[in-house]
């Protein structure tokens, strides 16, 4: 069975933000979700101090990803500090299992990758650094990506990959060669589909009959989370339920 998180901007991104972070704990735990996935864009000030939103997931027993738009690199190539400091301080409150950032501006052999050490070395010590392959031209490149982590692992920098579905649509990647070349490294998935839409993408929940099709590329013990529009509804204890199993036909999607 595979470990299903939910990120929160799954949902109404104007009702996270209204009622906090910690009003969805429950609703996750209850439709049988193992994880919640933080997003430092959606905190507002009701969310802090984070430690208590901590406690709250905590006693709901749900595994924590903190998902920070801060990228690793800067424009210059070089480690982009300071915000990072602000994302460290974080991700220590919370304690999180996963702290998921996107690559930034990396530039293959001049970036030092000593310094993502050092940043790893200031972030909890159970907490695993994962690099997202996201919207943007530099930071959704299947080569500028495969360059990094190759590096990284000649460096021995403990880093992995979060492999999101959807976006390679938006940097016109083809995700089936995505996921060949960037499969030793994904240790983390997230599913959407993206469709276009006259002259818009439109991000959709992903097409059950697409389920084996994309979740056969990676083995099945990783992680998933679904970055698709949910309701606080049954629905999305369905999709829980349909898309945790090995098998598509282990459960069947009844209305």
């Given at each position: ?11 109404d991104?104007?009702l996270?933000?209204?009622?906090g972070h ?12 193992q ?10 000030p ?6 208590q939103?901590?406690?709250v997931?905590?006693?709901?027993e ?5 998902s ?5 690199w800067?424009e210059?190539?070089k480690?982009?500090q ?6 460290v301080a974080?991700?220590h409150?919370?304690n ?11 530039q293959?052999?001049q970036?030092e990758?000593s ?8 972030i ?11 919207q943007?031209?530099?930071?959704g ?9 190759e590096s990284?692992l ?11 579905i959807?976006?390679?649509?938006f ?26 839409q006259?002259t818009k993408?439109v ?11 994309i ?7 990783l992680?998933?989370a ?7 509804d ?7 339920d349909?898309f945790?199993k ?9 209305n």
């Open positions: 069975m595979r470990k299903v998180i939910i990120p929160l901007n799954a949902f991104q104007n996270v933000k209204e009622q910690a009003h969805f704990v429950h609703f996750i735990k209850e439709i049988d979700a994880g919640i996935e933080i997003r430092k864009e959606l905190l507002t009701r969310d802090y101090p984070l430690s939103l901590n406690q997931i905590r006693e709901n749900l595994y924590t990803v903190f920070a738009p801060v990228e690793l800067g210059d190539g480690l982009n300071e915000p990072l400091n602000e994302v974080e991700v409150q919370l999180a299992q996963i702290l998921k950032l996107p690559l930034g501006h990396y293959n052999g970036s990758l310094e993502v050490n050092e940043f790893i070395n200031q909890p010590e159970g907490t695993k650094l994962m690099i997202e392959n996201d943007t031209l530099h930071g490149n299947i080569q500028y990506l495969k360059l990094f982590f990284a000649k460096e021995n920098v403990d880093v992995a990959m979060t492999f999101d959807g976006n390679w649509v940097t016109d990647e083809d995700v089936i060669e995505a996921a060949d070349q960037l499969k030793p490294y994904v240790q983390y998935v997230h599913l959407k589909h993206v469709d276009k006259g993408l991000t959709l929940p992903m097409p059950l009959d697409k389920k084996n099709e979740l056969q590329l990676f083995p099945n013990h992680p998933i679904f970055e698709f529009p949910l309701e606080l049954h629905t999305a204890k369905r999709y829980v349909y945790s090995d098998d598509q036909e282990a459960v069947t999607w009844s």
